[in-house]
């Protein structure tokens, strides 16, 4: 099971750190990601990490301003968002992967959060 925190409202050019809880039977051996849904879109990839933490990759619209990582002992991966864009508005998933290897397609996913908003003022 895996649940998501730290959505909020802010202001463009602010900050905020999504957390995902998993529990540790699930966690310790998948890749993590990061999705969104934005209004009207369709859901986007957004951020994965591997299993160890040792590889990340990110969509273009948020790489330099996204970074995910995860803490195994813990159980949670993050995703700390900054210089936040009206358009990063939208409902933000975690998931775990089949695979161990960080990886973009939703489909590779087969776990997923409850989701957590992000809403971006102009």
């Known amino acids: 099971q895996l649940q998501a925190s730290g959505g909020g409202l802010v202001q463009a050019g602010g900050s905020l750190r999504l957390s995902c809880a998993a529990s540790g039977r699930m966690f310790t051996n998948n890749a993590m990601g990061w999705f969104r849904r934005a209004p009207g879109k369709e859901r986007e990839f957004v951020a994965a990490?591997?299993?160890?933490?040792?590889?990340?990759m990110y969509a273009d619209s948020v790489q330099g301003r996204f970074t995910i990582s995860r803490n195994n002992a813990k159980s949670t991966v993050s995703l700390q968002m900054n210089s936040l864009k009206p358009e990063d508005t939208a409902v933000y998933y975690c998931?775990?992967?089949?695979?161990?290897?960080?990886?973009?397609?939703?489909?590779?996913?087969?776990?997923w959060g409850q989701g957590t908003q992000v809403t971006v003022s102009s």
């Open positions: 998931a775990a992967s089949r695979h161990v290897y960080a990886n973009r397609p939703s489909a590779n996913y087969n776990h």
């Open positions: 990490i591997n299993w160890n933490g040792g590889n990340t």
